[in-house]
């Protein structure tokens, strides 16, 4: 990272998980993660799974608007999901120079209300993993491709997936895992930059489920513990998105 921080921004953050008992550890994440980047921005969360009327940041307050991780299939019509899309396209309509950034399900459904496709992966992703950058990458994140030899780390925790790249938009991360949109508006991740291994370790149980993991076999956890542990590219990630959030839309 720079010497310097990027300059203070509006953040709101729609954290869209459903009756997550986790809620509160999410929101620290984006707490600790940022405030590391940029710890004179002003963050702003927003639950609207946890409102039945919706539960919106006002555009106008704000200088870049996170739509972030969920535990609900993006695909399914829940009155609350719903919202969100209107939300989302009612921002990019109304408000089409306004920053806005996709996290894990905000990815996922940014891609669907673009025309892309999300499907079920063979086998789900959890603890850091990475992703080759594409040419379009190479140049959105240069210093990070500089130092990584055109790959990212970052935490994962998903078992749906982007199948085909939305309409209007440059492929960051191959295997559709990163996007920036045409006139550089949206920019979205599958990987989690705000999740570190201690949010990252409070879903471990999801490999139970997810890989058919016995918990009771202590070097299986272990395993994952340390993939969780792993050395990852958040913080670069968020310093390069805060910038990105003071450049000109096209």
């Known amino acids: 990272m720079s010497a310097q921080h990027p300059q203070p921004l509006n953040i709101a953050i729609l954290l ?18 940022l405030g590391a980047v940029s710890p004179d921005s002003s963050l702003s969360f927003f639950y609207p799974a946890e409102h039945p009327s919706g539960h919106f940041p006002d555009p106008d307050a704000f200088d870049l608007i ?78 990070v491709a500089q130092s990584n030899n055109g790959l990212v780390r970052l935490q994962q925790h998903h078992r749906r997936e982007v199948g085909t790249r939305p309409n209007g938009f440059h492929e960051l991360l191959a295997d559709h895992q990163a996007f920036l949109s045409h006139n550089n508006a949206i920019l979205t991740f599958q990987g989690h930059p705000e999740k570190d291994a201690r949010a990252a370790k409070l879903r471990i149980r999801d ?44």
């Open 16 to 33: 869209n998980s459903y009756r997550s008992p986790f809620i509160a550890e999410i929101r620290d994440s984006y707490v600790r993660s």
């Open 66 to 143: 996170v739509v972030g991780g969920g535990n609900a299939d993006p695909r399914k019509k829940h009155q609350w999901i719903l919202r969100v899309h209107h939300f989302i396209l009612d921002v990019v309509t109304n408000y089409p120079r306004k920053k806005m950034c996709g996290i894990c399900w905000g990815h996922q459904t940014i891609s669907l209300l673009f025309g892309g496709e999300v499907v079920d992966m063979p086998s789900p992703e959890l603890g850091v993993t990475e992703a080759k950058l594409t040419p379009a990458g190479h140049r959105f994140f240069s210093r």
């Open 207 to 250: 490999a139970s489920r997810w890989f058919g993991t016995d918990l009771a076999d202590q070097r299986a956890i272990t395993d994952l513990v340390c993939q969780m542990e792993m050395q990852h590219d958040g913080a670069e990630i968020w310093e390069r998105v805060l910038q990105w959030a003071g450049e000109t839309v096209v």
